[in-house]
């Protein structure tokens, strides 16, 4: 369906839940206040050529003094749920040791504040602000900081646990292991080989370990958020449809199978072949299996587009000194359709079709959640100041009623939180990207909502009103 076809608002059942997300780094600024540590990110973002125009999160959206203006944001909303994500380096800024009760204290304040307003937390205890200590001693590469990890967990739950009613152990770990440790385009800005598998597996062992210290803290809801890629082969050749095998071992396999179907990928040698020491990897422990695989409450889905694959030769032929993400394959965006300004193509029947897939190909995968959607676009002010933003409520809307076409075809998805809910600092982007339903002027902190907040606030009040009449369900 196109989007001038749509319907204004898609439907879903009662009980779905809406709600926005954030991410620490992104939002917080206050790099060096209250006791908060480096990160791997304050460390990346001052190495030259690293960032766009070599911007910082130092204060970004100013979110550690401001949350209290933007849960009003939510509130007025009317979210259910809200995500954040809780900066390791505030807790340890060592990545280990005594917690730092300034920083606890700040995600005290935070979740009170949440609740005080009728919207329950979702807490992300890793969205890759890795405190620098660690990457110091061997990062994701090394199995002590899976352990650091687990350790960590347990003192925020011990903290907040009470409170918060669901917790994300890792945010996209793809991102984490492959964009930082082997494309070098992420922190810590690695270009490694094995080394990027490694973090891949000890970022699982150390979701395994950090469910465990959950659990023993009481927690209720537990989870992991991923980003699947919808991958589509640029032809109907068997090179390019084996090419498709490769990078979806990389992007998607490498989690979903140990997670959810307790195994290894099937075509991990194929994919990776010598950077895969005896055909595994020495990191690789009796029993990580199970630690990894145990059941869930929920998984987390990102998504925002699809991929186009073809065949490709490495283009480093040489095992040494070959990245993990060099798979035999070139990664191309779809040309024959609308872009966002991140360059991303807009299809999103491809999103219902990924999480039938999903669904399908992991019989025990858990409740799914969407954790992020959104896109990034070119907002237009008005001489009254507002913003708007057609091209960001038509991706939503249409994205939405994909989603709405999966729950139809039986997936079990429960609630969904838009990306984003401020401008923020887009990574290695800068802040050259807005993906926010609230526009944030960085030079004097001032919030405006978007035509795509209030489209999505009236969303929002149409599904309550049409699932709880005369009841607010949070």
Not at 107 to 114: H, I
Not at 129 to 156: H, S
Not at 244 to 256: E, K, S
């Amino acid at each position: 369906m196109s989007v001038s076809e749509s319907v204004e608002f898609p439907e879903f059942p009662a009980g779905f839940f809406f709600g926005a997300a954030t991410a620490s780094y992104q939002i917080e600024g206050a790099y060096d206040q209250d006791g908060r540590g480096p990160s791997i990110w304050d460390t990346f973002c001052r190495e030259p050529g690293r960032v766009a125009d070599g911007a910082t999160g130092d204060v970004a959206c100013d979110h550690y003094h401001r949350y209290r203006e933007d849960i009003a944001l939510l509130r007025e909303l009317g979210v259910d749920s809200y995500r954040f994500s809780i900066a390791w380096p505030r807790i340890q800024p060592a990545g280990s040791g005594p917690a730092n009760s300034a920083g606890l204290d700040f995600y005290d304040r935070l979740v009170d504040e949440l609740l005080a307003s009728g919207i329950s937390p979702a807490a992300t205890l890793y969205h890759w602000d890795l405190p620098q200590a660690l990457e110091d001693r061997g990062g994701w590469r090394v199995r002590e900081t899976a352990e650091r990890f687990a350790e960590y967990a347990g003192v925020v739950a011990a903290r907040l646990g009470d409170r918060v009613d669901r917790w994300i152990t890792l945010n996209e770990p793809f991102c984490s292991a492959f964009v930082g440790y082997a494309a070098g385009a992420h922190a810590p800005g690695a270009r490694e080989g094995r080394g990027a598998l490694a973090a891949a597996h000890h970022l699982l062992v150390g979701h395994g370990l950090a469910v465990r210290a959950l659990r023993a803290a009481g927690t209720r809801e537990v989870g992991i958020t991923l980003n699947p890629d919808r991958l589509l082969p640029a032809t109907d050749s068997p090179a390019d449809t084996a090419a498709v095998r490769r990078v979806g071992t990389l992007h998607n396999d490498v989690w979903f199978e140990p997670l959810f179907a307790g195994r290894y990928p099937e075509h991990e040698a194929e994919t990776w072949g010598e950077l895969l020491p005896s055909g595994d990897g020495s990191y690789r422990l009796d029993g990580d299996l199970g630690l990894i695989g145990v059941p869930l409450d929920f998984v987390g889905i990102n998504y925002y587009r699809p991929i186009t694959v073809s065949d490709a030769p490495y283009r480093d032929a040489d095992p040494a000194t070959r990245t993990a993400v060099d798979v035999r394959a070139e990664e191309t965006w779809r040309d024959d359709v609308r872009h966002t300004t991140m360059g991303w193509p807009v299809v999103p029947h491809t999103f219902t079709d990924l999480l039938v897939d999903l669904a399908e190909r992991y019989p025990a995968l858990p409740p799914l959640l969407i954790t992020e959607n959104g896109s990034a676009e070119a907002d237009t002010r008005d001489a009254d100041g507002r913003v708007r933003d057609v091209e960001r409520v038509d991706y939503l809307r249409s994205h939405l009623e994909a989603l709405a076409t999966a729950l139809r075809a039986g997936v079990d998805v429960r609630g969904y939180y838009v990306w984003s809910l401020l401008d923020n600092f887009e990574w290695a982007r800068g802040y050259g990207q807005r993906f926010g339903i609230v526009r944030v002027d960085y030079d004097t902190q001032v919030r405006t909502p978007k035509d795509s907040y209030r489209w999505y606030q009236r969303l929002i009040a149409a599904h309550r009103a049409r699932t709880t009449p005369g009841e607010d369900p949070r």
